[in-house]
T-cell receptor, first 110, second 113 residues
Framework: GQNIDQPTEMTATEGAIVQINCTYQ??????LFWYQQHAGEAPTFLSY??LDGLEEKGRFSSFLSRSKGYSYLLLKELQMKDSASYLC???????????WGAGTKLIIKP | DTAVSQTPKYLVTQMGNDKSIKCEQN?????MYWYKQDSKKFLKIMFS???????INETVPNRFSPKSPDKAHLNLHINSLELGDSAVYFC????????????FGEGSRLTVL
């Protein structure tokens, strides 16, 4: 079956760094996505990894290891507005079907 | 210049009723989706259409019927609503950019009483 695991909730301090992990077991792999979802809002795209390594985009970076079925999202210089859920999703087929994790709720404290 | 818009945003109704949610995208995308996000926050795909053709139809009760009159619109009709249908329904679209990058509508929160 298809399975994506992420921690349910994490807490971090404003200005600090936090790493949100995601492990996956899927039949096939065509890329991994991270989305951000603020409470009561729609998910918005953050990053996409298809090759091993680190992709950096401003304060956010995403890492992928295909051999380990593992990814992480790294958030630096945390701001209060980063309080949100972070969803990991894996695309398993070329017809754009995404398998989603349940999301990690990130709470930022002053 | 809303990219993906869905209506209504909130819907409160009684069990047994029939309701529809409409979705429109102005991004020129070929593929549109309906997702259901329940109270546990899992996003579950329900349907996907590519150029008006159904390409993904997950295990969804046949009370749910999607309709795509053209590639910019994907509507969702639900018959005989049940309590368990209460959730947020998201419409999304994707184009030929980063594979799988989805653009979501704001969601329609359905509450069945």
């Amino acid at each position: 079956g298809q399975n994506i695991d992420q921690p349910t909730e994490m807490t971090a301090t404003e200005g600090a760094i936090v790493q949100i992990n995601c492990t996956y077991q899927t039949s096939g792999f065509n890329g991994l996505f991270w989305y951000q979802q603020h409470a009561g809002e729609a998910p918005t795209f953050l990053s996409y990894n298809v090759l091993d390594g680190l992709e950096e985009k401003g304060r956010f970076s995403s890492f992928l290891s295909r051999s380990k079925g593992y990814s992480y999202l790294l958030l630096k210089e945390l701001q209060m507005k980063d309080s949100a859920s972070y969803l990991c999703a894996v695309i398993v087929r070329s017809n754009y079907q995404l398998i989603w994790g349940a999301g990690t709720k990130l709470i930022i404290k002053p | 210049d809303t990219a993906v818009s869905q209506t209504p945003k909130y819907l409160v109704t009684q069990m047994g009723n029939d309701k529809s949610i409409k979705c429109e995208q102005n991004l020129g995308h070929d593929t549109m989706y309906w997702y259901k996000q329940d109270s546990k926050k899992f996003l579950k795909i329900m349907f996907s259409y590519n150029n008006k053709e159904l390409i993904i139809n997950e295990t969804v009760p046949n009370r749910f019927s999607p309709k795509s009159p053209d590639k910019a619109h994907l509507n969702l009709h639900i018959n005989s609503l049940e309590l368990g249908d209460s959730a947020v329904y998201f419409c999304a679209s994707s184009g030929t950019g980063v594979t799988g990058e989805l653009f979501f509508g704001e969601g329609s929160r359905l509450t069945v009483l």
